[in-house]
């Protein structure tokens, strides 16, 4: 049961929802959309060729579901019902209480399983006149949380505003910091902090050493162009070989991928940054 948490007297008890199993025809599709749409946006986040291939599957899936004509109006339904409750929290900007939280349907069935809250709340985030978000608290019983516990919520929500108010200032004036204000174009600041970073990463490749017999051509990926140049000058160090006219930062990052699983193997595990810039100034 949810509504909102100004129309919740203190400690109210509410009955506890059970479910009938089987379940229903209704709650099976629910429950097999709920599926679909986790799994379209895990395969969604992936850049394979089979993820791409899953994902419009799966979306083929969801869209041959939705096409049947009782489905879809459940849906619509279902989707009214959440929207009319969560406009107390985005529109009205009013609290949300939720007295029986594994039985709400504002929780998909797949995370009711173990959750050790009974019943939560959930604030608004006020920033700049709009909600940009929520702050939310549970407890381990039903029907616990009181007035009181509302009213430091929103104490908490208000002061968590005016940091996230703060933060956004202050990203803004570091952006502003970093370029030129009549050009829009990168300062010398920014050129400053982009050397310094340069300048730490070729650091810490100068550590990192090249064995003399090494086989450019057994290592998988690299340009013929590089493993060719490689082979012939016999760098040192990642560094000098990051330095090669023909050798791409690829090439090193591979180089680096490899030397790595070398050490690995050989039970020295990854070079620390302190003894690689040791090694370099040696």
Sequence with gaps: MAKPASDIPPQESVAVRHYEQPLSERMRTFLRLEFLYQQMLYNSEREADWATRATIGTLLDVMAILSRGDVRSDVHKELDHQLGVLQAVVQDRRPLLLEDLPNSSFLPASQRKGIQAKSALLVPLILDNEVAGGLSAGKEQSGAIGKEDVDLLL?????????????????????????????????????????????AAARKLEGWRI??????????????????????????????????????AADVALLLVHLERGRRQAGLGKMPVRQASIEASS
Excluded: F
């Design 211 to 248: 064995p003399a017999d090494l086989d450019y051509k057994r290592i998988s990926g690299l340009s013929t162009e590089a493993t060719q140049k490689l082979h012939s000058l016999r760098p040192h160090t990642l560094g000098q070989a990051g330095r090669i006219d023909g050798v791409r």
């Design 155 to 199: 104490r908490l929500a208000s002061q968590a505003s005016v940091a996230l108010v703060n933060a956004r200032l202050h990203e803004s004036i570091q952006a502003l910091s970093l370029t030129d204000p009549l050009t829009d174009l990168p300062n010398r600041r920014h050129m400053d902090i982009h050397l310094q970073r340069e300048v």
